[in-house]
């Protein structure tokens, strides 16, 4: 059975701070995509990410960064130099199979960037 | 472009009644797929309906049930409202060969009572 575990319930940065966002996740298919979300207070879900499991190179976009290791199923996700506006709650989620119909996320991570 | 569109925004609902939400996909997508979110909780995949038709199921009860009309949009129905019903319903909207892009609903607050 596919699972997503995100150990950090909740995480206080002062701005400017780098913050590292940990995603470990359990799959017994060969082929499977990893995602992350952004939800802020309004509730609406952000893409933000995602990572095909044959794919393990390191992706960086503006101050956001993500560290897909397979040895070790993790897909951690850092933002550099944080900002009051990174404050939300972020989802890992994990998809199998080929036609993708089932999404299993995270409990989520609580990000709150103190000015 | 208009984004998926879910209505009503919040509901308030007293146990054992009969819910009813909306959602309508972005252009061009033909896939839907429901999640409840309970407080504090990540999503959790209820169902998708492509072509009309129920593709895949979560581990919800037949209280939850759903229907795709044949412009896309969709709705979900959940009968026998309980308090655990309590939650964000969020839709999600897909192509059908690009069903892992899910583009996600505002979402309707469904508070039972």
């Known amino acids: 059975a596919q699972k997503v575990t ?7 940065v002062v701005e400017k701070e780098d913050v590292t966002l940990d995603c470990v996740y359990e799959t017994r298919d060969t082929t499977y995509y990893l995602f ?6 309004s509730g609406e879900l952000v893409f933000l990410i995602r ?7 390191n992706e960086i976009s503006g101050r956001y960064s993500w560290n897909f290791q397979k040895s070790t199923s993790s897909f951690n996700f850092t933002i550099t130099a ?3 506006v990174d404050s939300a709650v972020y989802f890992c989620a994990l998809s199998e199979g080929n036609y993708g119909q089932n999404f299993v996320f995270g409990p989520g991570t609580r990000l709150s960037v103190l000015p | 472009d208009a984004g998926v569109t879910q209505s009503p925004t919040h ?3 007293t146990r054992g009644q009969q819910v009813t939400l909306r959602c309508s996909p972005k252009s061009g997508h033909d896939t839907v797929s429901w999640y ?3 407080l504090g909780q990540g999503p959790q995949f209820i169902f998708q309906y492509y072509e009309e038709e129920e593709r895949q199921r979560g581990n919800f009860p037949d209280r939850f049930s759903g229907h795709q009309f044949p412009n896309y949009s969709s709705e979900l129905n959940v009968n026998a409202l309980l308090l655990g019903d309590s939650a964000l319903y969020l839709c999600a909207s897909s192509a059908r060969d690009r069903a892992r892009e899910q583009y996600f609903g505002p979402g309707t607050r469904l508070t039972v009572t």
């Open chain 2, 11 to 13: 509901l308030i609902k």
């Open chain 1, 82 to 84: 944080s900002q009051v």
């Open chain 1, 51 to 57: 990572r095909n499991s044959f794919d393990e190179q």
């Open chain 1, 36 to 41: 992350w979300y952004k939800q802020p207070p």
């Open chain 1, 6 to 12: 995100q150990a950090q319930t909740e995480i206080s």
């Open chain 2, 36 to 38: 409840q979110q309970a």
